[in-house]
């Protein structure tokens, strides 16, 4: 692959994010609704390839019974408020009223509150009496002190979820978790990362995953860049994870990772454009923290927005437009691809004659700079 230096000393890849490139219309169409945009992953089917994000300002027990109702799989954070306050309302209500000058200070001291065993218990049962997938996610950091709690409350999908996570993590402190070994050793499909190169999620394919996360930092409320210097171009980081994901399944025999875009898909036409590039499914963030509906109220954070020592994410505030049933399935009210996502998926699956998602992973895809024209 073509490098370009960037000066005498140090020569970079090309990387693509998803403003960068366009699918490309084929000889053949369908009708939308003919097509396909089910999932399944391990023996759990989806109606549609959309998990909700483990962030406060998008998933909620409440909101996770919607969602899941919905054909979506909602993943609870069980760092969150809800496993930190019996009733976390007016702590989401206070975040929502922040004045942004002091909005993190004060998350931080929010979050401080210690997490309670008892309350993940309870959470998960809520989901699991109301006949959903229950799905809930854990930091690697937090993972070994939690989990036994997570799978005894009766967890169908375990979610290890991090800015970035690797399989083979240094640390001279403390025994870091042995992702192998973990999963191993669990009962239930665990997906991991996020991973934002070729080799990272290989290493994590091989831990036994049965989903990888791909993306770094969150999305639209994260300046990890910026506190960093570290960003995933997101087209480029979903194709390089495809390419790992089919020479994993050479060398493990046929055995499939499911590969899931976890960051910068805001809008309809980055779901497409995630699923053009190898991505089975999406995390949505800021998409569906727009809704009326989502605990967040308008405002949308994410974990590294109250990191206790190294913030490096914002709250924001997104505004409401509509709820989540009109987000994900319209009547869309608006022409920018933040309402009806699935029916604009469907929409582009049909304009380019595919009639599933994993036929839609093989569409051509052209470079095609987005100039704001």
Not at 192 to 216: K, W
Not at 228 to 250: E, N, T, W
């Amino acid at each position: 692959m073509t490098e370009i230096e960037i000066g005498r000393g140090k020569r970079g890849r090309r990387a693509y994010s998803f403003d960068d490139i366009a699918v490309v219309p084929s000889r053949r169409t369908r009708d939308p609704e003919e097509v396909s945009v089910s999932w399944q992953i391990d023996a759990y089917h989806f109606d549609i390839p959309v998990m909700a994000a483990p962030m406060d300002s998008v998933v909620s027990p409440e909101s996770a019974i919607a969602l899941g109702k919905l054909g979506a799989l909602p993943v609870l954070d069980l760092e969150g408020l809800w496993t930190r306050y019996e009733d976390p309302t007016a702590q989401l209500s206070e975040i929502a009223g922040l004045d942004p000058l002091h909005a993190t200070q004060r998350m931080q001291e929010i979050y401080a509150e210690p997490i309670k065993p008892e309350l993940i218990t309870e959470r998960l049962r809520q989901l699991r009496e109301a006949g959903v997938t229950v799905a809930g996610a854990l930091s690697p950091q937090r993972t070994q002190q939690h989990w036994k709690t997570v799978v005894d409350a009766g967890v169908d999908l375990f979610v290890i979820r991090g800015t970035t996570v690797s399989a083979e993590h240094v640390s001279g402190r403390a025994e870091p978790l042995n992702l192998k070994r973990f999963i191993y050793e669990l009962d239930v499909p665990v997906i991991v990362g996020g991973a934002a190169s070729y080799t990272a999620a290989l290493h994590l394919m091989r831990t036994g995953a049965a989903g990888v996360l791909v993306g770094f930092g969150g999305g639209a409320a994260q300046t990890t860049r910026k506190a960093l210097g570290i960003h995933a171009p997101m087209a480029s980081a979903v194709a390089d994870v495809a390419a790992a994901r089919r020479d994993y399944l050479d060398e493990s025999g046929g055995r499939y990772v499911h590969v899931i875009a976890d960051g910068g898909v805001g809008t309809s036409g980055d779901i497409v454009k995630a699923v053009a590039c190898g991505a089975d499914a999406v995390m949505l963030g800021a998409a569906l923290a727009r809704a009326t509906d989502a605990p967040g109220r308008g405002f949308h954070w994410g974990p590294e927005a109250h990191h206790s020592e190294l913030p490096r994410g914002l709250r924001i505030e997104l505004g409401a437009q509509a709820s989540i049933e009109e987000i994900l399935f319209g009547p869309g009210r608006h022409a920018d691809g933040t309402t009806n996502l699935v029916g604009a998926l469907r929409r582009a699956m049909a304009t380019t004659g595919y009639s599933d998602v994993k036929e839609f992973q093989r569409v051509e895809v052209v470079v095609s700079p987005y100039l704001g024209q």
